[in-house]
């Protein structure tokens, strides 16, 4: 099979004219339903998969965009494998049946990586859209909008995409902080094996402290609250069409993957599929009481910059906060251990104990330098929010 160079320099323009749509953030937020919403809309071009080009380019860079071995690390290093390798996955999708030519994919791919004599994000991502929409089969001419969505996205990465491209635009999606953490670190922990509260709150505190700084480009944000899209699901879904001049079509509130339908099979939604409260549900009042006083202290800036109600009053004093033990009684160490043994194999065991033991160790060390300096910044934050 030969590549039509010339067809492609054409629908390389067609994809430099689409408007481009960057939804970003942190895990365990919906943005995975969210994508499956507006996937299969007939004016957006969509990897349907959590991916970032910026991602791609950097790994590309590592191999110095070699057309065959970009083709590798592409394959071997980020989502598309899911796609590339027709999988059924739990949390992403269900890809098997899914209509993609992988050939065509990646010859699109090589033969388009040399016509540049050099390359930075933007191209980078011009090239693999193209190559996408060839394997896919898309009619780019009735498309008006490429839409991509990544998590934990820098805030450098924002600006070199306002840099790069024609008047991008970003939206973000946040969740109650209490469930977001919840649910956040049971996906951490199943996934990472034995993970520390200590890093998944450190990770996710992060990221809303992001958020804050991207709304100071207010112009370039739209933002969807996960609770709103499960409860006013036409009203988000046609707010959203207005926002970014799409066309409201019905299949918005159908959550499919290549028609295919999205069927959540997470720990604590499984087989939920579409618009559902269920997915809302306050699951972390599961906690105990002074775990919930301790997550609403932590996070107070930003229950109050992303308005979301307290459920609690909260009595716990600064040293009641550093001397608090959230989550540690909920893991058994020996069980643990155990359940690494069980899974994994040929030497892997002995590295995770190792790492286990270690995360423990850390985790007494590291608990009150953290709570103390996010204690002094609530402070520090309350006391800009009181002073306006």
Not at 16 to 31: H, K, V
Not at 264 to 287: A, C, D
Not at 305 to 315: A, G, Q, S, T, V
Request: aromatic share 14%; with cysteine; proline share 4%.
């Amino acid at each position: 099979m030969t590549t039509d160079l010339r067809s492609l320099a054409d629908k390389i323009n067609q994809i430099r004219g689409l408007q481009n749509i960057f939804l970003y953030a942190p895990g365990s937020t919906g943005t995975v339903f969210f994508h499956s919403l507006v996937n299969d809309h007939p004016e957006i071009l969509s990897i349907p998969v959590i991916f970032s080009t910026n991602t791609a380019y950097k790994l590309m860079k590592k191999v110095k965009f070699e057309p065959q071995a970009s083709c590798n690390i592409l394959q071997e290093k980020t989502e598309l494998k899911l796609i590339t390798n027709r999988l059924d996955t739990p949390r992403s999708g269900d890809f098997s049946n899914y209509k993609f030519d992988k050939y065509k994919f990646f010859s699109t791919l090589a033969s388009e990586l040399p016509r540049y004599p050099e390359h930075n994000q933007k191209t980078i991502f011009e090239i693999i859209y193209l190559a996408f929409s060839e394997a896919t089969f898309q009619n780019l001419r009735k498309k008006k909008y490429i839409f991509e969505h990544t998590h934990n996205m820098p805030l450098g990465e924002v600006t070199q995409k306002l840099e790069l491209f024609d008047q991008p635009k970003f939206m973000i999606m946040t969740r109650d902080p209490r469930a977001n953490l919840f649910s956040f670190f049971s996906f951490m922990y199943s996934t990472n094996g034995y993970l520390s509260f200590l890093d998944v709150t450190k990770k996710l505190k992060a990221i809303y402290e992001t958020y804050e700084q991207f709304f100071e480009h207010l112009n370039y944000f739209y933002w969807i609250k996960l609770e709103n899209l499960h409860t006013k699901p036409e009203e988000t879904m046609r707010d959203f069409s207005r926002a970014f001049g799409i066309s409201y079509h019905d299949n918005l509130l159908e959550s499919t993957f290549g028609g295919k339908k999205y069927i959540s099979s997470t720990k604590h939604n499984k087989n939920v599929y579409g618009f559902s409260e269920r997915v809302i549900e306050k699951k972390f009042l599961k906690l105990p009481e002074k775990d919930i006083h301790f997550v609403e202290k932590l996070f107070a800036p930003v229950h109050q910059f992303f308005e979301y109600p307290y459920l609690n009053d909260n009595k716990l004093s600064n040293s009641q906060m550093e001397k608090h033990n959230f989550l540690e009684a909920n893991f058994n160490f020996r069980e643990e251990i155990k359940r690494l043994r069980r899974i994994n194999k040929k030497g892997a065991f002995l590295e995770n104990t190792k790492k286990a033991l270690s995360l423990r160790k850390e985790m007494k060390n590291k608990r009150r330098e953290l709570i103390q300096k996010a204690l002094l910044k609530n402070e520090l934050i309350q006391n800009s929010i009181n002073s306006h």
